[in-house]
């Protein structure tokens, strides 16, 4: 569930950071909620709100969000932040709890059986309060798919998860965002 945008698909709304003011003692999941709970509320103050999140946290985040919904049939999750802004995310799906519909979902179901590695790696590009997530490369069980499955499987991971962003098109940014900014082994947003 992890594949860049999986994990982006968990992330992004959950990888929302910690500003450097608010960076609380709390750690992994709990540190991404009390960010999300930050953005959520109204914007103060003048100037522009920073907020950090490690990689770390997010792997944390994912990972429970990923238990909280065993319908998705998530078994594991990684996310690698890069030097150079990209993302490299890692799902493990059981595909006998994986709940999809449509005809081109049942095919792909019924073709895939058991555990299934999905790796993915992308980048989010954002421009004036939106982005798009353009997936470079993805696998599933380390055999190659089209970026256009792959961002199927992503919004499928990330679908319930609020705020609800369609990964596989241009987006809005939510809370007010106006840039997010992927660095090795953290995340920052600044709204």
Not at 75 to 93: H, K, M, N, T
Not at 136 to 147: C, G, I, K, L, R
Request: with cysteine; charged share 25%.
């Amino acid at each position: 569930m992890a594949g860049p945008l999986l994990a982006l698909s968990l992330l992004l709304p959950s990888a929302l950071a910690t500003a450097p003011a608010f960076r609380a003692q709390a750690t992994g999941a709990s540190q991404v909620r009390h960010v999300l709970r930050q953005l959520k509320q109204e914007k103060g103050g003048v100037g522009p709100q920073e907020f950090h999140l490690r990689e770390d946290d997010l792997n944390d985040f994912a990972r429970s969000a990923a238990r909280a919904r065993p319908r998705l049939g998530v078994r594991d999750v990684e996310l690698d932040f890069r030097p150079d802004g990209s993302i490299r995310a890692r799902a493990v799906l059981d595909m006998g709890k994986v709940e999809l519909s449509g005809y081109v979902s049942s095919m792909f179901k019924s073709a895939v059986r058991g555990q299934l590695t999905f790796k993915c790696i992308g980048r989010l590009q954002v421009n004036g309060g939106k982005a798009q997530f353009e997936i470079q490369e993805a696998s599933f069980n380390e055999n190659w798919v089209p970026a256009w499955l792959a961002g199927s499987l992503i919004g499928y991971l990330g679908q319930g998860q609020p705020p609800i962003i369609d990964f596989t098109q241009p987006f809005d940014l939510p809370y007010g965002i106006k840039d997010v900014r992927i660095r090795a082994d953290e995340l920052l947003i600044t709204r």
